[in-house]
């Protein structure tokens, strides 16, 4: 059993413990957030708990858990990330991971000199078994020829940002946008099925506050394209599409839940591949990641590892180039 403590206190970190102590392969002993009485009426819905924290020193010098879920602001990640690492704690961390190429660099150095401790970057969709169905149909195209990407979802903090309010999601401060919350999705998407794209570019429709609330990527692969539709102001519900020759496999409802996998072959037959939509999508993930936790010297668990390692630092770069090229600068980034 792994025990492990939660930083943020938010809808995803529910979705998460829930995914997790149903697995019956986690539980959760510990809970940090900003004051103690809001830790304390977190962890009073969950049993196991025995420690709640409002001082991240403390709650990292907990031995109730060996591994923690991060799951705060963007821009406060790669601190507690260090933190983690350095209290020699196993990190899950929410993406994006970094805001920086620079930032990941000094989260690489630090898992070198804390070689017991383990790290992920939470892309849970890249471990479903749907992504898997398409990773496989993609191999056996002779050809690739494009794709279209899109995951547009109204933000439930957008009705706030348009009365003047200043959520995090909508704000340089804590590193937010469209890119960052709903992009790196894609993003992840198009760097684990094609590989590194030889340029990145990002056409971003801008608020007041600076963040791009929705925009349009290209990544240029040389012999194709791959175009990512990304917003938080509207909804789009386009699917994914990849194309090879007279072939298209569609990703329904959208690119990134890939609750349904379709291949629509030469003759315009439409063949489904999958169908499912899991109950908790983060089930996947932790399974994953247990499996490394439980037997980390297993060759096939470090192989994994280091993949999805060398994919996050990918990703990282990637969406660093999309926000350059959108000149889209965050405080943190020389951090």
Same mark, same amino acid.
């Given at each position: 059993? +792994?025990?492990?403590?939660? +930083?943020?206190?938010?809808?995803?970190? *529910?979705?998460?413990?829930?995914?997790?102590?149903?697995?019956?392969?986690?539980?959760?002993?510990?809970?940090?957030?900003?004051? #103690?009485?809001?830790?304390?009426?977190?962890?009073?819905?969950?049993? $196991?708990?025995?420690?709640?924290?409002?001082?991240?020193?403390?709650?990292?010098?907990?031995?109730?858990?060996?591994?923690? @879920?991060?799951?705060?602001?963007?821009?406060?990640?790669?601190?507690?990330?260090?933190?983690?690492?350095?209290?020699?704690?196993?990190?899950?961390?929410?993406?994006?991971?970094?805001?920086?190429?620079?930032?990941?660099?000094?989260?690489?150095?630090?898992?070198?000199?804390?070689?017991?401790?383990?790290?992920?970057?939470?892309?849970?969709?890249?471990?479903?078994?749907?992504?898997?169905?398409?990773?496989?149909?993609?191999?056996?195209?002779?050809?690739? #020829?494009?794709?279209?990407?899109?995951?547009?979802?109204?933000?439930? *903090? /957008?009705?706030?940002?348009?009365?003047?309010?200043?959520?995090?999601?909508?704000?340089?401060?804590?590193?937010?946008?469209?890119?960052?919350?709903?992009?790196?999705?894609?993003?992840?998407?198009?760097?684990? =099925?094609?590989?590194?794209?030889?340029?990145?570019? $990002?056409?971003?429709? *801008?608020?007041?506050?600076?963040?791009?609330?929705?925009?349009?990527?290209?990544?240029?692969?040389?012999? /194709?394209?791959?175009?990512?539709?990304?917003?938080? %102001?509207?909804?789009?519900? =386009?699917?994914?599409? +990849? $194309?090879?020759?007279?072939?298209?496999?569609?990703?329904?409802?959208?690119?990134?839940?890939? !609750?349904?996998?379709?291949?629509?072959?030469?003759?315009?037959?439409?063949?489904?591949?999958?169908?499912?939509?899991?109950?908790?999508?983060?089930?996947? !993930?932790?399974?994953?990641?247990?499996?490394?936790?439980?037997?980390?010297?297993?060759?096939?668990?470090?192989?994994?590892?280091?993949?999805?390692? #060398?994919?996050?630092?990918?990703?990282?770069?990637? %969406? @660093?180039? =999309?926000?350059?090229?959108?000149?889209?600068?965050?405080?943190?980034?020389?951090?």
């Amino acid at each position: 059993m +792994i025990n492990f403590g939660i +930083i943020g206190t938010n809808f995803i970190t *529910k979705q998460f413990i829930a995914a997790a102590e149903n697995t019956g392969r986690m539980r959760l002993t510990a809970v940090y957030s900003r004051t #103690q009485a809001k830790a304390q009426a977190f962890a009073s819905a969950y049993r $196991y708990v025995t420690a709640t924290h409002d001082d991240l020193a403390d709650f990292f010098a907990d031995d109730s858990f060996s591994t923690v @879920y991060i799951a705060s602001p963007n821009s406060l990640h790669f601190d507690q990330a260090c933190q983690a690492i350095t209290a020699g704690k196993n990190v899950i961390l929410e993406k994006p991971a970094t805001t920086s190429p620079a930032q990941m660099q000094v989260i690489l150095d630090l898992l070198q000199a804390h070689p017991q401790v383990h790290f992920f970057e939470a892309a849970r969709h890249i471990h479903e078994p749907n992504f898997k169905v398409v990773q496989e149909q993609v191999a056996k195209f002779d050809q690739i #020829q494009g794709a279209n990407l899109t995951y547009e979802k109204y933000s439930s *903090k /957008f009705d706030s940002y348009l009365a003047g309010n200043n959520p995090n999601v909508f704000t340089l401060e804590f590193a937010g946008g469209a890119l960052q919350d709903l992009g790196v999705y894609l993003v992840y998407e198009a760097v684990a =099925l094609f590989g590194m794209p030889q340029a990145s570019t $990002y056409a971003a429709q *801008k608020l007041e506050s600076g963040v791009d609330g929705k925009g349009t990527a290209i990544l240029d692969y040389g012999d /194709f394209k791959v175009v990512l539709n990304m917003g938080k %102001m509207n909804n789009s519900y =386009l699917p994914g599409e +990849i $194309y090879a020759g007279k072939q298209t496999l569609i990703l329904a409802n959208n690119a990134a839940d890939m !609750e349904k996998i379709s291949l629509v072959d030469a003759q315009g037959q439409v063949h489904v591949l999958a169908n499912n939509r899991p109950n908790n999508p983060m089930t996947a !993930e932790i399974n994953d990641f247990v499996d490394v936790l439980e037997n980390p010297t297993a060759s096939v668990n470090q192989q994994k590892e280091q993949a999805w390692l #060398q994919l996050a630092v990918q990703v990282n770069r990637v %969406m @660093y180039d =999309l926000r350059q090229s959108a000149q889209i600068e965050f405080p943190t980034d020389n951090k």
